[in-house]
């Protein structure tokens, strides 16, 4: 079992940056890809950001390509999301998602752990 806590959620202005965190135990993250997923209210929950175990791939939306960057540190066992350039449409209670397996993936069923979520608002 993984546990995924997520953090870092807060209020940012538009045009600003935030990083969220997302910490593991139970397991070490080096054997799982991960990524952020995001649901705004009345919306369904959409891919954010991902990145291979390895650090080597990484892949995002086209919403939020060239603004936010997904990283890991395998030793801390977290993972990171630097949202940059806030927009208003950023506004969502972002999760944490982890697979096992290498590669990452867009699809949410391919996620086997998830996260609380923390709330990120943007203002305007």
């Known amino acids: 079992q993984v546990q995924l806590v997520e953090s870092g959620g807060g209020l940012v202005q538009a045009g600003g940056s935030l990083r969220l965190s997302c910490a593991a135990s139970?397991?070490?993250?080096?054997?799982?890809?991960m990524a952020w997923f995001r649901q705004a209210p009345g919306k369904e929950r959409q891919f954010v950001a991902a990145?291979?175990?390895?650090?080597?791939?990484?892949s995002y939306a086209d919403s939020v390509k060239d603004r936010f960057t997904i990283s890991r540190d395998n030793a801390k066992n977290t993972v990171y999301l630097e949202m940059n350039s806030a927009k208003p449409e950023d506004a969502a209670v972002y999760y944490c998602?982890?697979?096992?397996?290498?590669?990452?993936?867009?699809?949410?069923?391919?996620?086997?752990?998830w996260g609380q979520g923390t709330q990120v608002t943007v203002s305007s």
């Open positions: 139970g397991r070490t993250l080096s054997g799982y890809a």
């Open positions: 990145i291979s175990r390895d650090w080597g791939t990484t």
């Open positions: 998602a982890a697979r096992m397996g290498a590669s990452p993936r867009v699809a949410e069923n391919e996620y086997d752990y």
